[in-house]
């Protein structure tokens, strides 16, 4: 069965970490593009970034930028959501999702909208509070 799984998320004081997991299983990451996503109540569901399967770049929303960090370790077939200085506004269901994209630069990836993406979580939920 191919699906990715997320975890990691949970309650957490502004200005907090929290390091989210995308876990694969069925299919292999070295041929996927990684992509996560957060849907906070009455919204859109949004990009925070993603990552490329040809050699690791990123790519980041304006809105984390210099505060995520994405990366994957492909031993263990997993791709990691890294939340610095965590603000109220960032408090939403975290998704993770694949797209088959093997040899797609990040410049072509970055341009992916939610609907391209094959496989999705469940998500995780993230509240950033006090």
């Known amino acids: 069965q191919l699906q990715v799984v997320e975890s990691g998320g949970g309650l957490v004081q502004p200005g907090g970490s929290l390091r989210l997991s995308c876990a694969a299983s069925g299919l292999n990451l070295d041929y996927y593009g990684i992509g996560w996503f957060r849907q906070a109540p009455g919204l859109e569901r949004e990009g925070v970034g993603c990552?490329?399967?040809?050699?690791?770049?990123?790519y980041y929303a304006d809105s984390v930028k210099g505060r995520f960090t994405i990366s994957r370790d492909n031993a263990k077939n997993t791709v990691y959501l890294q939340m610095n200085s965590l603000k109220p506004e960032d408090t939403a269901v975290y998704y993770c999702a694949a797209v088959y994209a093997n040899g797609l630069t990040i410049a072509t990836l970055s341009r992916f909208s939610k609907y391209e993406y094959d496989y999705w979580g469940q998500g995780t939920q993230v509240t950033v509070s006090s």
């Open positions: 990552i490329s399967s040809s050699d690791g770049s990123t």
